[in-house]
């Protein structure tokens, strides 16, 4: 059964991408039992973004199950024309990303797994730098934290901006 063909013309208000497949194998008295884990970015390209990572017996049912737990985590980012507000240093594990705005018309100049989440997010211009691990999933969340805290940072932003008229 193809994922793509009937089940993203149902949700087509979401991009689904899909990072990472592994192949999970485990020792058992009966012999081996293989799995698989999938790595998922959702995006509706105006600012809402989420990562899913699941596992299950066939790619399929791993892809499927990856999306729905990233369509119940989904975050707000804040963008500010086609770029990010700012500029920020974030770690998550072993990763360690740095991410800043873009001049309009630059693009997304940023590695592998920091591109997908930006461009699901729909920042259209940002400069990012893996610095740390090579580790899909933890350069995946590592992105995702550092927008969460650029959106903390604009609330704050907003906030005293509110407290002074």
Not at 66 to 71: P, T
Not at 141 to 149: S, V
């Amino acid at each position: 059964m193809d994922y793509r063909g009937g089940y993203q013309g149902a949700q087509k208000e979401f991009s689904e991408t899909v990072v990472e497949i592994k192949r999970i194998s485990k020792k058992t008295k009966g012999g081996n039992t293989i799995r698989f884990s999938a790595l998922v970015v959702v995006g509706d390209k105006k600012g809402k973004v989420a990562v899913g990572l699941s596992k299950a017996p066939d790619v399929a049912s791993a892809i499927h199950k990856a999306i729905d737990q990233a369509k119940r985590r989904m975050i707000k980012v804040p963008i500010k024309g086609t770029t990010l507000p700012y500029s920020v240093n974030e770690k998550f594990s072993a990763a360690k990303i740095l991410l800043r705005p873009a001049p309009k018309g630059s693009g997304i100049i940023a590695g592998g797994p920091m591109r997908v989440v930006l461009d699901a997010a729909g920042v259209r211009d940002a400069v990012g730098k893996i610095l740390g691990t090579k580790n899909k999933a933890s350069n995946v969340y590592a992105t995702l934290k550092a927008l969460k805290t650029i959106a903390k940072m604009d609330d704050k932003k907003s906030s005293m901006k509110g407290g002074k008229k």
